[in-house]
């Protein structure tokens, strides 16, 4: 039986800029910044609230993983927007909202009661996007 | 946005500002009366507003702040007074027992499991990385950096 999950990638286009913007925008935490090699990294962060959870911010690169026209065209898709890679929780959505955005993340559509959540979406520095729900209160 | 969430905005912009301003300054000594005023605040109504909203006083908010920078201050291998000071801390005594209260370790104790750690990912980096995507990266031995 599946019990939790412990990793997940998100495939960005520069991983200096993705720490910043993990760290300094949203909050959180480096969890391990290990060089492999000559322009080798293995970078992850964890939310603040989510030490188990290492969110690997994986550089999309020709090498081992991508042959190069998979790693243009993955990096093409990325950088257009074409993924959405998760659904981050916070406890007010409208004050988390005001305080990244007057650090500068760019919202794509800001908090909207939708029938099924309160929610708004941003974009990461590489063009991924995400949506910004509320815990329940209840 | 729905039009209904439009003046609710204005107040939780002042609010985030206050936060910010926490977060910039908390190196320095600062007066909760003085950012209330800046918000347009009262202290009570703020400091109420900011406890429902972050679930936290804000004098408990800037001392979670200073802890924070602080514990990463000393994961890069700061002397513990430089720490202290270095995040708007007035006395050593008063940090360290702060400090303890919070993590569990003293400064110094968590400064060395820190550098103990920062080491052991430097030095066997595998242990940190699963085999599937080390194997996909070609990353199959610790040295090969």
Not at chain 1, 37 to 56: A, F, H, M, Y
Not at chain 1, 68 to 76: H, V
Not at chain 2, 108 to 126: G, I, N, T, V
């Amino acid at each position: 039986m599946i019990t939790r999950i412990n990793h997940v990638s998100i495939f960005v286009l520069n991983q200096d800029s993705a720490h910043d913007f993990y760290v300094n925008k949203l909050g959180f935490k480096v969890h391990t910044d290990v060089t492999m090699g000559p322009g080798q990294r293995w970078l992850t962060v964890c939310p603040p609230e989510q030490p188990g959870l290492e969110i690997t911010l994986m550089a999309i690169d020709e090498g081992m993983m991508f042959k190069k026209d998979s790693a243009e065209l993955m990096r093409g898709l990325v950088s257009k927007g074409t993924f959405g890679f998760a659904v981050f929780e916070c406890n007010d959505l409208l004050a988390t909202y005001e305080e990244l955005k007057a650090k500068g993340v760019e919202f794509t559509k800001p908090p909207t009661k939708e029938f099924y959540a309160f929610e708004a979406l941003f974009k990461d520095d590489s063009g991924n996007w995400f949506s910004l729900g509320e815990k329940s209160k209840n | 946005m729905n039009e209904d969430l439009y003046p609710k905005i204005y107040f939780y912009r002042r609010l985030v500002q206050a936060k910010l301003f926490m977060d910039a300054h908390f190196d320095e000594p600062i007066n909760l009366d003085a950012i209330a005023d800046e918000a347009y605040f009262s202290k009570f109504h703020f400091i109420r507003i900011f406890k429902k909203i972050y679930q936290q006083t804000p004098h408990q908010y800037l001392t979670r702040v200073r802890l924070e920078k602080a514990k990463m201050l000393l994961q890069s291998s700061v002397q513990i007074t430089e720490a202290c000071y270095a995040c708007g801390f007035e006395s050593i005594s008063s940090f360290t027992t702060l400090f303890k209260k919070t993590t569990g370790f003293t400064p110094s104790a968590y400064r060395q499991q820190q550098l103990d750690l920062k080491a052991d990912r430097q030095l066997k980096p595998l242990k940190y990385i699963p085999a599937c995507f080390a194997e996909k990266r070609g990353w199959t031995e610790n040295s090969n950096f």
